[in-house]
């Protein structure tokens, strides 16, 4: 089964940048799409991007387009999240999740599975 752990996260002030990585390990580790999410308090949980392991497509949210890259590294089975001129409206819990279809299609967070426990961002001065 495969298994995600995020790690990253922190306190950072607007307009700074912050780097999540998502270690992908267990079965399956070689084959996957990977998507990132996040979730305010009180809001629903959001789709931020998603990356498919073995073409390199990307998908990004609309309000973290031209911000947000998302890039991979095949040998660490690592992807990253790479959080550039942050908003305070970037604070939330950071998930990682595998696509269920492999096709990073769609952001919607109900065909994901095998969910990371998150990593907190808090953007503040």
């Known amino acids: 089964q495969l298994q995600l752990a995020e790690s990253g996260g922190g306190l950072v002030q607007p307009g700074g940048s912050l780097r999540l990585s998502c270690v992908v390990s267990g079965r399956g580790a070689d084959d996957w799409a990977i998507g990132w999410f996040r979730q305010a308090p009180g809001k629903d949980r959001e789709g931020v991007s998603c990356l498919r392991h073995w073409d390199g497509y990307i998908l990004y949210g609309e309000t973290v387009k031209g911000r947000f890259t998302t890039a991979r590294d095949n040998a660490k089975k690592t992807v990253y999240l790479q959080m550039n001129s942050v908003k305070p409206e970037d604070t939330g819990t950071y998930y990682c999740?595998?696509?269920?279809?492999?096709?990073?299609?769609?952001?919607?967070?109900?065909?994901?599975?095998?969910w990371g426990q998150g990593t907190q961002v808090t953007v503040s001065s």
């Open positions: 999740a595998r696509s269920s279809d492999g096709s990073c299609g769609t952001l919607h967070p109900s065909i994901y599975r095998s």
